[in-house]
């Protein structure tokens, strides 16, 4: 998943927030950069990003949450950093080139620990792909980041467009499960609210509020009913 922004020059170092919207939008660019160039990193990140929008952001009710926190253990960032040390314990053999290829130091290049990254090395190299799951593994271990698990109408739909657009260049049916079980969640929500997602706001600002998620409560339905024809009525707006 994507944080929300570098605090460097060089982006290493993210505000270690994770949002859906960014998410969301950030599956919709790669997978138009995909199309364009048929260049397969792009795929793989839109399948990486989604991947952790299904494993970290997707609720029991089928809907999305908004956000996950950037502090853990009164720390920003500490549930993503590494020491060089525990990267050699959990890859063994494979740690050293591991490090070389991430950017892992026995200084580190955050607060003294290390972010891994791949600006020092060709995206392209898949040579230790198969390791991330086993330091995700791990990171489990520690104390989990707080996830807002606010269901937002217009996020929502933001995924759900995303998820179909995932589908339609890699036919994997666990985005296409996804999107249309939020759908059917939002779709539920809707018939119970006057106007979903809307917050007690000023009068001045809430045309902000009710406009908002008409947009994307027609732009999912729009975006779904490309990719598949097993879809339901096109919610009505508030």
């Given amino acids: 998943g994507f944080c929300r922004y570098s605090t460097d020059r060089q982006f290493l170092v993210p505000h270690f927030e994770k949002m859906l919207y960014d998410n969301a939008m950030l599956i919709l660019a790669y997978c138009k950069a995909y199309t364009i160039t048929k260049k397969t990193l792009y795929r793989d990140i839109a399948c990486k990003t989604a991947d952790y929008i299904l494993r970290e952001m997707t609720l029991p009710s089928g809907g999305f949450a908004g956000a996950?926190?950037?502090?853990?253990?009164?720390?920003?960032?500490?549930?993503?950093?590494?020491?060089?040390?525990?990267?050699?314990?959990?890859?063994?053999?494979?740690?050293?080139?591991?490090?070389?290829?991430?950017?892992?130091?026995?200084?580190?290049?955050?607060?003294?620990?290390n972010i891994p990254n791949r600006l020092g090395?060709?995206?392209?190299?898949?040579?230790?792909?198969d390791c991330l799951p086993i330091l995700a593994a791990y990171r489990r271990t520690r104390y989990l980041l707080h996830r807002d698990d606010k269901v937002l109408t217009f996020w929502n739909g933001l995924m759900i467009a995303a998820l179909c657009r995932l589908y339609r260049i890699t036919a994997d049916m666990r985005y296409l499960n996804?999107?249309?079980?939020?759908?059917?969640?939002?779709?539920?929500?809707?018939?119970?609210?006057?106007?979903?997602?809307?917050?007690?706001?000023?009068?001045?600002?809430?045309?902000?509020?009710?406009?908002?998620?008409?947009?994307?409560?027609v732009c999912w339905p729009c975006k779904r009913s490309r990719s598949t024809q097993r879809i339901s009525s096109v919610p009505k707006p508030c």
């Avoid at 090395?121 to 792909?129: A, C, G, H, L, T």
């Fill in 178 to 217: 996804a999107a249309q079980a939020a759908d059917r969640y939002l779709e539920e929500q809707t018939k119970k609210a006057a106007c979903p997602s809307m917050p007690p706001t000023p009068t001045a600002s809430r045309g902000f509020w009710m406009i908002t998620p008409r947009v994307f409560l």
């Fill in 68 to 113: 996950q926190d950037a502090d853990s253990e009164g720390q920003e960032g500490a549930y993503y950093l590494f020491d060089k040390q525990e990267i050699l314990d959990q890859l063994g053999q494979r740690g050293e080139g591991f490090c070389r290829q991430f950017g892992i130091s026995a200084r580190g290049n955050f607060e003294g620990k």
């Fill in 121 to 129: 090395s060709d995206p392209d190299n898949v040579d230790y792909e």
